[in-house]
């Protein structure tokens, strides 16, 4: 059914909104701040234009936060005129106790006063209101279908429940399976980008695509977009840059339907066309988005399931019980390791997400190598010594980069803070000496298990 709906308190009444929702609420946000043009002209003026300043960064996040928070308790209910009756002044409303006004015109934060042009207000769960109570309402008084507050989710509770594809990686019996699947698709040409597409390019470089992948960490932390997605849209942009040759005007374009594949594909709710054109500042229109669209498809052969990183990281995680700080420190290396085409491209997912862990053991001051690691990985610790040593010199760089996205995303306690833990040093000297230490300790374990074996057996002739 076409339009959109608001859905009251009252589980039961789903009314159509006349009026749009999220346009009425798009043209006034509008109003009140205009986002700079980020149409890809020269190297300076793309760094200048897709870097969402802080200032208004918080400016968007003010504005869509308190409204976004009010979605999800889901006590919002728009405003008509009849309902306006209940409110205590059509002119006025002030922000007591009982009585938020959620406002895209601006307000005060000392009063909190706001228009009575406001288009959703919202009131608190504790609220008792005859108009708005049903069976099916979220209240504090007990009826057969009611919904009990305390058992409410937050934030970070949220973030936390698995979903689908970490709870099939727990299936111990198709463990394995998944692994060796996933390492043979990764092999697959089509599934691979081209290590130096960008020598063919004419008019962008590796600079640029590093300021477009930024960007699009930001909108993924805007939209609050899965890890898998954006390693997936990253994925897309090299395999489509290593088969078309794109303009410098075209390369946001190119990005912005990239993420928007990888949302459909990998979201349960996906963001809408009109929002990928609006985090342009409308740059391009909702046309030119999907003519990209059809033709970034056309050059992936519809091919859109490629194993990245996150994918390998959570399921080497999930196999050896790896602790939430290593593997959130783990998956940071590997999204540092996406803005850098050289020489990360020549690397495959796996390769990667093993490097990356075995740096992260490292780093918190444990073995880099083990036995386990090396059968749950498929490599040896001689395998990854130079990726290894790659991701330890970006890690070290992380703080003076341009490009902060990354840093601040995995700032976050949802990822325990990783991007403050100091890097530590690793030498390719200090590397072959573990590695000989390794393989000296592999020797060791064998004679020994030899010597048990002999034992045994022999223990058992004389028996």
């Keep these: 059914m076409a339009g959109n709906f608001a859905i009251y308190n009252d589980q039961e009444n789903i009314k159509e909104v006349k ?104 009131r608190k769960e504790n609220e008792q209101d005859e108009h708005l109570a049903t069976p099916m309402s979220v209240t504090t008084v007990g009826t057969p279908m009611s919904v009990d507050n305390k058992f409410s989710l937050t934030d970070d509770q949220r973030d936390a429940i698995k979903n689908d594809r970490e709870r099939l990686y727990e299936c111990v019996e198709y463990q394995l399976d998944i692994l060796n699947y996933l390492k043979t698709v990764e092999l697959q040409k089509n599934n691979r980008p081209r290590v130096d597409y960008m020598k063919k390019q004419p008019d962008i470089n590796d600079s640029m695509r590093t300021i477009l992948i930024d960007w699009l960490v930001e909108v993924s932390e805007e939209y609050r977009l899965h890890s898998e ?6 994925s897309y942009i090299d395999r489509f840059l290593s088969y078309m040759s794109v303009v410098r005007a075209k390369l946001q374009l ?27 500042d409308d740059t391009y229109t909702k046309q030119q988005v999907q003519r990209m669209e059809k033709l970034l498809l056309k050059i992936l052969t519809f091919d859109l399931n490629s194993p990245t990183t996150y994918s390998f990281i959570s399921l080497f995680a999930t196999i050896m019980n790896i602790p939430d700080k290593i593997k959130h420190m783990g998956q940071y290396l590997c999204e540092l390791s996406m803005l850098r085409a050289t020489p990360f491209l020549s690397y495959t997912p796996s390769q990667l997400a093993a490097a990356g862990l075995a ?48 840093q601040e995303k995995f700032k976050a306690n949802k990822y325990m803070q ?42 058992m002739l004389f028996n």
Excluded at 24 to 29: L, S, T, V, Y
Excluded at 423 to 451: Q, R, S
């Design 19 to 122: 009026a749009p929702l999220r346009a009425e609420i798009k043209r006034e946000q509008t109003k009140q701040m205009v986002l700079p043009n980020k149409t890809i002209g020269d190297e300076n003026a793309l760094q200048n234009n897709l870097k969402l300043k802080s200032s208004k960064t918080d400016t968007v996040s003010n504005h869509l936060g308190v409204a976004s928070r009010a979605f999800k308790e889901r006590n919002i209910y728009p405003v008509n005129k009849n309902e306006k009756e209940v409110l205590k002044s059509s002119e006025e409303i002030s922000c007591d106790e009982s009585n938020v006004s959620v406002m895209s015109q601006s307000w005060s934060s000392s009063s909190f006063e706001a228009s009575s042009s406001s288009s959703f207000t919202y």
């Design 229 to 234: 997605t954006l390693c997936l849209a990253v």
């Design 418 to 459: 990783v991007a403050c833990v100091k890097p530590k040093k690793i030498t390719l000297e200090a590397l072959e000496e573990m590695i000989t230490m390794v393989n000296v300790g592999d020797e060791l374990n064998t004679t020994a298990e030899n010597i048990e074996n002999v034992r045994q057996k022999t223990e």
């Design 359 to 406: 740096l992260s053991y490292y780093t918190h001051g444990n073995s880099i190598w083990n036995k386990k690691m090396q059968e749950t990985f498929g490599y040896e610790l001689e395998d990854l010594k130079q990726i290894i040593l790659h991701l330890n010199e970006l890690h070290f760089e992380a703080e003076s980069l341009p490009q902060q996205a990354i």
């Design 254 to 280: 190119v990005g912005t339907t990239a993420i928007l594949v990888a949302s459909k594909y990998e979201e349960i709710y996906p963001p809408d066309v009109a929002e990928f054109v609006y985090i342009t």
